[in-house]
Structure formats: structure tokens, C-alpha cells
């Protein structure tokens, strides 16, 4: 077994990045897929946001527009939220995130255990809660003198975090030998700034962004989502205009199946938009053949024990019984079960 060097970094926000590039030998039904998976969970804060949360706050800092004094506003109950709450506790700044009660309390108590303070929402704006956290943060941007809101859905320190870390990552350790990158997407500054990159350094890997069923981008339909992370009810201002090589739509239920297939065939748990992710590649797996593939793994499934994980959830949600997602990890490409024909 390989040793590997422990590393030492100066404070917890530089231990932010470097995360595993793992192979996947057993999650596809083909061996001629090179996969990979970039395991963004083993960021301190636990997923792929610590790098735009501490990009989007230094930045800040640098240029003048954050002192000892500001407030930091914003409104998320995810990922986001915990990274800046990291980020903040950190820098001794002042966070208060606005989250509406659809927030998982596990990350609102994550968010609270690092500091930050929460304000509820607990009244839609015409049926929108999305629209009443927004309202909420622009009354409270004009109300607290000195307060700065990052905004990670149009701030262009959201994709080149990515730029300048997750995907320079993966293209030094695969010596820029990669055929499709599938990311998933929400304000797309992961995917968007991956993409960037790969340009700039003229590789021609195909980008594949994995978005929801149900979601705004790409020019999808509106409708109900339950996988935190993935996807858009309303166009992010970064989102606009963007296109990448191809577009996979994925279910709710595909995000369940993935996350579970992964936990079954590789020990990983893994969150709901890295299972879309991984059903999507699944699904291509035959368009994939002597391909290097690399999956953007956003966040753990350590977070998604009472949803994703939870077979009473999943039924009253989606319908589906223990046995059916039983079924579905084991069927074959074409849906068929390998129990249906023996
Ligand atoms: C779990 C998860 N997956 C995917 C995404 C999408 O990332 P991006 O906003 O960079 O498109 C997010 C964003 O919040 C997320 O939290």
C-alpha cells in the first residue's frame, strides 16, 4: 500500500481544494469507461462551495469592499451557506444567511455551529419563497449599514474558483487526458468555469452539464425539484447565455438511484446532484466506450440521510418502494433487471 505524505496547511481555508480524484471501477456495467470522480465532499466545509465561499469573500477583502465592520448577506440554506459561514467565522466577519423553511436543519444547524446568525423567512412572495429570501436580503443590504452581498449567482469569482482550482486539479493529474467532463448545475459557475478553462488550455473534452428535470436552465420547463443544489426555479444572472456540448436531464429519482448505486458498488456516499451525475454518465455508458470520463462529485451523503438515504422518504416522495430502487440499481442500461432474465 502506497504511503501517502501528510500535508500541512496554514489554516483551514488552505486546506480548501486538492480534493481525490478517484478511480470508479464498478459503478458502470463496462470496463472500457475510464471513470473518475473529483470528491469535492472531502472540502472542509463538505462540498464544492468552500471554493467559491472563500474565492468570492478574499476577493472582497482585497479589493475593498469587505472590512472588519461589514455585514456579510446571504440567502442560502445550502452548501453556500456553509462555506461562507467557514470563511466568515474565520475572517471575524459578521454572516447572516437568510433561509426560507424548506432549509434542511441540519445545515442550518452546521451554519449556526460556525457562527452564522439565520434569518427565516417564513412567508412566500406570491407562492415563492425564493423571491420573499431575495426581498429579505435587499431590505436587509439597505437597513445594515456597511453590508455586502456576495451573490454567488451572478459574482464572477463563483466560476473562477473553479477556473483557477477544481478543474486545474483534474487536468494535472490526468495530464490534460480526458474526454467528457459531467458536471451538475445550479447558478452553473462549477460547470461554466470548468469549461473555461479547458478552452483557454485548447483541450477538446466534450462538457456535459447535468441539470434537473423540472429546472429553468438550458430552457428546461418549471416544475417541482427535490434535490437540493441541482438546478434553477428562476435564470441566475451568471447562467445566462451560457451553452456547453451537451445537456442531460436527470429526475429526482435518478439522484436516488445514483447516490445508492454508489454507496452499493464503490463504498461511497455521495449527495443527490453527484447521483444525477452518475446516472447521466451511466446512461451514456455505451456512447462512452475507451472514453476517460470524469464525474464532479458537489457534496457528501452525509447530508441526505433523511432524504435521499431514507426509503420512507423516497416513497412518500417519489413514489418509488425499497424494492423498485433495489431494481433500478441492478438494472442494466436498457432498464432491464438481471433478475428478469434468469
Ligand atoms: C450539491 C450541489 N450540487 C450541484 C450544485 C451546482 O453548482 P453550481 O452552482 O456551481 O452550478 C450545487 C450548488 O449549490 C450544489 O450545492
Redesign the pocket.
Same mark, same amino acid.
Given at each position: 500500500m502506497a504511503l501517502r505524505p501528510v500535508i500541512t496547511a496554514d489554516s483551514i481555508l488552505d486546506a480548501i481544494g486538492s480534493t481525490p480524484l478517484v478511480q470508479l471501477r464498478r459503478y458502470l456495467d463496462r470496463s472500457d469507461v475510464k471513470l473518475y470522480a473529483k470528491i469535492e465532499a472531502f472540502n472542509p466545509g463538505g =462540498?464544492?462551495?468552500d471554493r467559491?465561499a472563500r474565492r468570492m469573500i478574499e476577493e472582497a477583502i482585497e479589493s475593498g469592499h469587505i472590512d472588519q465592520n461589514t455585514t456579510i448577506i446571504e440567502s442560502s440554506s445550502?452548501?453556500?451557506g456553509i462555506g461562507l459561514a467557514q470563511v466568515c467565522r474565520y475572517y471575524g466577519l459578521r454572516l447572516i444567511c437568510v433561509v426560507d423553511p424548506n432549509a434542511q436543519p441540519q445545515n442550518v444547524a452546521i451554519m449556526r455551529a460556525l457562527g452564522a446568525e439565520i434569518d427565516l423567512v417564513t412567508e412566500p412572495m406570491q407562492g415563492d419563497f425564493l423571491a420573499a429570501r431575495l426581498a429579505r436580503v435587499c431590505e436587509l443590504l439597505e437597513t445594515i449599514d456597511g453590508s455586502y452581498w456576495p451573490n454567488?449567482y451572478s459574482n464572477r469569482q463563483?466560476p473562477k474558483a473553479?477556473q483557477l482550482g477544481t478543474i486545474r486539479e483534474i487536468d494535472e493529474a490526468l495530464w490534460g487526458q480526458m474526454d467528457y467532463l459531467f458536471? +451538475?448545475? =445550479? =447558478?452553473?459557475?462549477? +460547470?461554466s468555469g470548468c469549461r473555461d478553462y479547458l478552452r483557454k488550455h485548447g483541450r477538446d473534452t466534450e462538457v456535459v452539464a447535468v441539470d434537473a428535470e423540472g429546472s429553468v436552465l438550458f430552457g428546461g420547463v418549471p416544475g417541482r425539484r427535490r434535490i437540493?443544489?441541482?438546478g434553477a426555479g428562476r435564470m441566475p444572472r451568471l447562467a445566462r447565455g451560457q451553452s456547453f456540448d451537451h445537456v442531460e436531464r436527470v429526475s429526482d429519482l435518478d439522484c436516488v438511484v445514483g447516490c445508492r448505486r454508489m454507496a452499493d458498488r464503490e463504498a461511497i456516499l455521495v449527495?443527490? =446532484? +453527484?447521483g444525477g451525475v452518475l446516472e447521466s454518465i451511466r446512461a451514456m455508458q455505451d456512447d462512452l466506450a475507451g472514453k476517460t470520463c470524469v464525474a464532479v462529485l458537489?457534496?457528501s451523503g452525509t447530508r441526505y440521510l433523511d432524504t435521499v438515504f431514507n426509503d420512507q422518504w423516497v416513497f412518500e416522495s417519489l413514489r418509488c418502494t425499497r424494492d423498485e430502487i433495489h431494481q433500478r440499481i441492478n438494472a442494466t442500461v436498457d432498464g432491464h433487471c438481471p433478475a428478469d432474465a434468469a
Amino acid at each position: 500500500m502506497a504511503l501517502r505524505p501528510v500535508i500541512t496547511a496554514d489554516s483551514i481555508l488552505d486546506a480548501i481544494g486538492s480534493t481525490p480524484l478517484v478511480q470508479l471501477r464498478r459503478y458502470l456495467d463496462r470496463s472500457d469507461v475510464k471513470l473518475y470522480a473529483k470528491i469535492e465532499a472531502f472540502n472542509p466545509g463538505g =462540498s464544492a462551495k468552500d471554493r467559491p465561499a472563500r474565492r468570492m469573500i478574499e476577493e472582497a477583502i482585497e479589493s475593498g469592499h469587505i472590512d472588519q465592520n461589514t455585514t456579510i448577506i446571504e440567502s442560502s440554506s445550502g452548501n453556500m451557506g456553509i462555506g461562507l459561514a467557514q470563511v466568515c467565522r474565520y475572517y471575524g466577519l459578521r454572516l447572516i444567511c437568510v433561509v426560507d423553511p424548506n432549509a434542511q436543519p441540519q445545515n442550518v444547524a452546521i451554519m449556526r455551529a460556525l457562527g452564522a446568525e439565520i434569518d427565516l423567512v417564513t412567508e412566500p412572495m406570491q407562492g415563492d419563497f425564493l423571491a420573499a429570501r431575495l426581498a429579505r436580503v435587499c431590505e436587509l443590504l439597505e437597513t445594515i449599514d456597511g453590508s455586502y452581498w456576495p451573490n454567488q449567482y451572478s459574482n464572477r469569482q463563483n466560476p473562477k474558483a473553479h477556473q483557477l482550482g477544481t478543474i486545474r486539479e483534474i487536468d494535472e493529474a490526468l495530464w490534460g487526458q480526458m474526454d467528457y467532463l459531467f458536471v +451538475a448545475t =445550479s =447558478s452553473t459557475g462549477t +460547470a461554466s468555469g470548468c469549461r473555461d478553462y479547458l478552452r483557454k488550455h485548447g483541450r477538446d473534452t466534450e462538457v456535459v452539464a447535468v441539470d434537473a428535470e423540472g429546472s429553468v436552465l438550458f430552457g428546461g420547463v418549471p416544475g417541482r425539484r427535490r434535490i437540493p443544489g441541482l438546478g434553477a426555479g428562476r435564470m441566475p444572472r451568471l447562467a445566462r447565455g451560457q451553452s456547453f456540448d451537451h445537456v442531460e436531464r436527470v429526475s429526482d429519482l435518478d439522484c436516488v438511484v445514483g447516490c445508492r448505486r454508489m454507496a452499493d458498488r464503490e463504498a461511497i456516499l455521495v449527495g443527490g =446532484s +453527484a447521483g444525477g451525475v452518475l446516472e447521466s454518465i451511466r446512461a451514456m455508458q455505451d456512447d462512452l466506450a475507451g472514453k476517460t470520463c470524469v464525474a464532479v462529485l458537489h457534496d457528501s451523503g452525509t447530508r441526505y440521510l433523511d432524504t435521499v438515504f431514507n426509503d420512507q422518504w423516497v416513497f412518500e416522495s417519489l413514489r418509488c418502494t425499497r424494492d423498485e430502487i433495489h431494481q433500478r440499481i441492478n438494472a442494466t442500461v436498457d432498464g432491464h433487471c438481471p433478475a428478469d432474465a434468469a
